[in-house]
């Protein structure tokens, strides 16, 4: 039997995914809970459990003259990662990755900023390592993304805010987005490995600016990637399915 907190979290997605996809709109109600337990196959302490998760997340209301309903989208808790992940799940909308990339390019340059000015040696390491597994990726073939996501996370991390490092959770999926878009460009990420490279070695210098510039030519390099993306409404990349991994390429110099 699975321990009582997966079930409780595998409930919670279940029901959230289906409000974000839209089976419960906004204003509607859910199910009530000997419903929700006959069709989910658990108790009503699980159930209970994971209504008051929805409501604490801001999809959901609970009242004795409201019963249990759907909020609008924008009383969600966007800053939630469940929230980012059951949206990535039901499909990223052009709008919320505009709202992402916007977000992103005002949180992540100010970030980097403070991770130049704080980044102890154990920081460092960590994304000399993220950084290593990218070019290791790149030489051998591999998971770059999951490198990328890495190194830029480790960025985050690095400038200690506590704050920050909330919303690097719900920068995650376009992060994950835009690395997958540049991946399928050819050598898109060999050619992103010395922008990569710059904001680091500008942060191991201590030097704000130099980092706060280097990273702004990362982030609006993808911003252009995307863009093209959306114009042409070829299709996004699921975040429901594993990144593609790199194949191995020729030899070539890579720094």
Excluded at 144 to 157: P, T, W
Aim: hydrophobic share 45%.
């Amino acid at each position: 039997m699975a321990p009582i907190k997966n079930v409780h979290g595998h409930t919670l997605d279940l029901l959230g995914e289906a409000i974000v996809a839209g089976r419960y709109p906004p204003g509607s109600s859910i199910p009530p809970e000997p419903a929700l337990c006959e069709e989910l196959g658990v108790s009503r302490t699980v159930v209970r459990e994971a209504v008051k998760s929805l409501v604490a997340k801001g999809l959901i209301v609970t009242g004795p003259k409201v019963g249990t309903r759907v909020l609008a989208s924008e009383q969600w808790n966007w800053f939630d990662p469940d929230v980012v992940i059951w949206q990535s799940k039901a499909g990223l909308s052009r709008e919320f990755l505009r709202d992402l990339q916007e977000l992103r390019r005002i949180v992540e340059p100010a970030a980097v900023r403070l991770a130049a000015e704080r980044a102890t040696p154990a920081d460092l390491d960590g994304i000399e390592t993220a950084y290593a597994g990218m070019k290791d990726a790149i030489d051998n073939g591999g998971d770059y993304v999951r490198h990328d996501l890495l190194f830029h996370q480790g960025l985050l991390r690095a400038c200690h805010n506590r704050m920050v490092v909330q919303m690097s959770k719900a920068l995650g999926a376009l992060l994950r987005t835009s690395f997958e878009i540049s991946t399928s460009k050819p050598d898109g990420p060999a050619k992103s490995l010395p922008l990569h490279r710059a904001v680091l070695d500008a942060v191991i210098a201590h030097q704000p600016q130099k980092a706060e510039r280097a990273i702004l030519v990362l982030i609006d390099g993808a911003a252009d990637d995307i863009e093209l993306v959306l114009a042409s409404r070829r299709k996004l990349p699921s975040l429901a399915l594993p990144a593609p991994r790199l194949k191995a390429r020729t030899k070539e110099v890579t720094r």
